[in-house]
């Protein structure tokens, strides 16, 4: 309860929240497609498990990364919303056993990547969180969806503590 309350003609979409959803959601299905690409020329029959691995685990980077827009993860920290840590892992706890539970494999046409494949995988969703955090830096610098400071409206119905 920090920030000042967004103005009431201002949409949730605003200061950059749609841009960003649209450049992620290209983003992750930018790299389930090259790591569906590079699984399909290495060992085909992963590439499916894969593919659904990148799109999981980049999700909850994105979650992770995404709880605001211009504040670190690294500075708010995990333990700032502990029920959204908790579902995160509890949604990685899930995914290594669709992955690694034979009887999960079968149900759920997955199957056990190597550790090779589980690393290309895990890259792909680190780099999704880099490139949101790298994002907020930019934000925090005001180098991309700056407030506007000028606008005497904004400054007297919602002064700044």
Known sequence: MRRRPRRPDESIFAGGLSARIVWVGVLIAVLALLVHAWAT??????????????????????????RSLSQSLFTQGLHSNPALTGAALLTLGLQIALIY??????????RPLTLTELGV??????????????????????????????????????PRP
């Not at 020329?41 to 995404?66: D, G, K, R, W, Y």
């Not at 539970?101 to 997955?110: D, M």
């Not at 780099?127 to 007297?156: P, Q």
């Open 41 to 66: 020329q290495t060992n085909e029959p992963a590439a499916q498990t894969m593919t659904f691995t990148v799109i999981t685990l980049a999700q909850m980077a994105f979650v992770l990364a995404a």
């Open 101 to 110: 539970v034979p009887a999960l494999n079968g149900v759920f046409r997955t």
């Open 121 to 158: 995988c895990t890259a792909a969703a680190v780099f999704v969180f880099a490139a949101v955090e790298g994002e907020k830096w930019l934000v925090r610098r005001e180098w991309i969806f700056a407030r506007r400071t000028g606008d005497e409206s904004l400054t007297r119905a919602h």
